[in-house]
């Protein structure tokens, strides 16, 4: 019994692990493990809203390519808890079908005392993300891009 | 920074049926401001439309290298390479630091969602000549709507900088527009 309990609090403490935005290499950990588990809600809590309403908009794109209707539903993301709803809902079957990516070698560079730019290889292709920090948390954030402090 | 309202371009541009649309917008603008500094938060916009810039220049070169016959890519590809010279430009003026974007290779991006962007374009514009030229008319749009929003409140020389990338962004609407009606 006390064996299962301990299981229980390792799977725990492994799935809080994979949602940490202790630090910016943990956020990008974070936002990899959002998109790669089509966890929108963990997408949202991972990133700053701006570049969270991007990224949902960038990647239902090539959905509204392919479908009329829910093109019309995108022009009007935003405008509704409804709309963004069905927007998100679609953002999520994509990325469920899609191929989960792997990310390797992460070297943080910080960008003064509340930003910071993670390099990274994803699929062993160079990437970088931008994080700022909120309170004690790092967030995904495009625009933080460059030193301010 | 893909808007409503340029998601809404997006109608026009890919998926209406009919080939010539309306012009809308309007051109110039931006604003009669007076200021001469730029602040935190236009210095990161600056910087992000910097990157996007590469997304519409790449686009262009590889539909046009698909589409070989289609000559208006051929044609507008050293003007985007342009308006990329320019964000280069400010972003120099008012120290914004651009060293950590690498615009060498074609079609590669480190941010992952211009990664995504350039790939949704590329796909939906390598079915056919029609909708590479379309997704033209699209980039246009979209590069439009973000200078008519990022002229706000900037200074003067940038505003001026961004009116004429917006008249440039005109002229090539005004060509995929031409391309369009071809098809």
Known sequence: MRFIVYIGLLLSLLGAQEHSLATPKE?????????????????KKVMVKESYDETIQIYALSVALKDKAFHDVLKQYGSSPKIDKQVEEAVRKKLKNSSPKVISDL?????????????????????????????KEWKIDYMAGRQID | ?????????????????SAVAAKGGKRGGGGGTTTTTMTQDQKDTLLFIYQEEKVARDTYITLGNIFTNERTFASIQGSEQKHMDSAQGLCE????????????DVGVFVVPVLQELYDTLIAQGSTSALDAVKVGEYVE?????DLEHASIGMPDDVVSVYDNLKAGSYNHLDAFRNAISKY
Do not use: C, F, W
């Open chain 1, 27 to 43: 956020a990008v950990k974070s936002y990899y493990y959002a998109m790669n588990h089509a966890d929108i809600e963990l997408l």
């Open chain 1, 107 to 135: 070297v943080k560079t910080p960008l003064g005392k509340s930003r910071a730019m993670v390099r990274y290889k994803e699929d062993g292709k160079k990437k970088q993300l931008y994080t700022s920090i909120h309170g």
């Open chain 2, 1 to 17: 920074m893909i808007k409503n309202i340029a998601i809404a371009g997006l109608t026009v541009a890919l998926l209406a049926t």
């Open chain 2, 93 to 104: 003026k008012y120290g914004v630091n651009i060293s950590n974007v690498d615009e060498t």
């Open chain 2, 141 to 145: 749009i979209t590069d439009i709507d």
